[in-house]
């Protein structure tokens, strides 16, 4: 640094938890040899950081107390809650740096870790940059909740997300459904908001409640059972790690869950926290192998062509009080798993076990976004196997879409033994439609092997199409246009000409 050796040097001290023997060695070094002491503190006056080093305070320490102007959003200050905190943060840094200009070493208290939620993070960005600094680390809150509740937090390849809960219920449920482990700080007033998102993530009875860990008046606990008039803001909610937890009591259900097209960018964190909380895993070994190992879970993978005994199977899983998710690529109800579940719980044995349906990435949809917004006007959904249906369906269907107008998006167009189909399509469609209109060939959307053309109908040839293949056929609104990286882009525009 370019400042002169005669400024003082700014320490950001971690306390730790509350308990004062918790205090690592450095800290407690720093506070001894600093010539002025800073910590934050209500009006009243009080300072939970101040009472956790007051062992280690001279009577010859200087201290500046960091008296906070407002408690919560509600003030008179003409910027508001930010404004009048962002003023005194300006003040409480200007007090510090007098200190430090006159060569004085300033140790700022920070309960738990300097850098983790506190509040000396605000003097750190004002000064570190201007004077000799050193952050040191403490013990955070997080670590002390897990060890007084005696849980691992996080094993393995879990996962662990640290949430304020301030943030709205949906994004704390959101959040809390798709990780493995959590922590959400901040209680006190958010304390039904985060609870109600715990219960809405499905995972209450596993929250665990931490209140003052290792300080005076410690209170832990099943989270459900806390009174929220009770709960202070040093209180956090902990979702321990799941691998050996003792198993949360309840009735089976089948649970099938779209994983979208490809990848875990593209699961939804409702269908990511479902994966997680199964006790069994079925479906078609291809789709399988993209959900992560879990200890614990079991696994039954099968053939693509045993969608009815697959989904029969699960169900008796559920009967036996298992929860069960049944994988499915893309939507599961999208020509894919959540109809032939639904088929078969329709049936006697099955009528009274609880089946949900978890939406994911279509494959059209995840096409359409890579090659602009060709789905942007009214379309048609059609498969061309002709598995399940003859091909005079799937022709009368397609005539009729290309009658009119609609844009298609057409799934399962070709495989090994399906090879035809595509050519028989695209003259179809030519009877109907110009030469000229677009088609997006999706190959493979999201994984490692992706592309996405652009051609004209005319030209669309069946050996380029395979079962990981999507066909976009364009209507006659549909566009395209060549941007300025070179990049083809195909839409299809929402005003349809009047007639």
Known sequence: MSEQQTTGRLYGVGLGPGDPSLMTVRAVEVIGAADVVAYHSARHGRSIARSIAERHLRADHIEEPLVYPVTTERTDHPGGYRGAMEEFY???????????????TVAVLAEGDPLFYGSYMHMHKRLADRYPTEVVPGVTSVSAAAARLGEPLVEGEEVLTILPGTLPEEELAARLASTDSAVVMKLGRTFPAVRGALERSGRLAEARYVERATMSGERTGRLADVD???????????????????????????VVVGLGPAGPLWLTPEARGELAAADDLVGYTTYLDRVPVRPGQRRHPSDNKVESERAEFALDLA?????????????????????????????????????????????????????????????????????????????????AAAAADLVLALYNPGSRSRV???????????????????????????????????VRLADLDPAEVDMRTILLIG?????????????????????????
Request: glycine share 8%; proline share 8%.
């Open 319 to 399: 009967r036996q009080g298992r929860r069960v998710a049944v994988v499915s690529s893309g939507d599961p109800g999208v020509f894919a798993m959540a109809t032939a579940v639904l088929e078969v719980a329709s049936e006697g044995p099955y009528q009274d076990v609880p089946v949900r349906v978890l939406p994911g990435m279509t494959a059209a949809h995840a096409a359409a976004s890579r090659a602009g917004a060709p789905l942007g006007h009214d379309y048609a959904v059609v498969s061309l196997s002709d598995r399940l249906k003859p091909w005079e369906v799937i022709a009368e269907r397609l005539r």
């Open 228 to 254: 929220p008039a009770s709960v202070p803001y040093f209180a956090v909610a902990v979702l321990p790690s799941r691998i050996d937890a003792e198993p949360v009591a309840r009735a089976g259900e089948v």
């Open 420 to 454: 035809w189909q595509v050519g028989k399509a695209r003259d179809l469609l030519l009877e109907h439609r110009s030469p000229e209109t677009p088609v997006v060939l999706g190959r493979d959307v999201g994984g490692p092997e992706e592309s996405v053309r652009i």
């Open 90 to 104: 300006e003040e409480a840094a200007a007090r510090l740096a007098a200190h430090l200009d006159a060569g004085r």
């Open 475 to 499: 209507s006659s609104q549909t566009r395209v246009a060549r941007r300025g990286d070179g990049r083809q882009i195909a839409w299809t525009p929402r005003r349809y000409p009047e007639g």
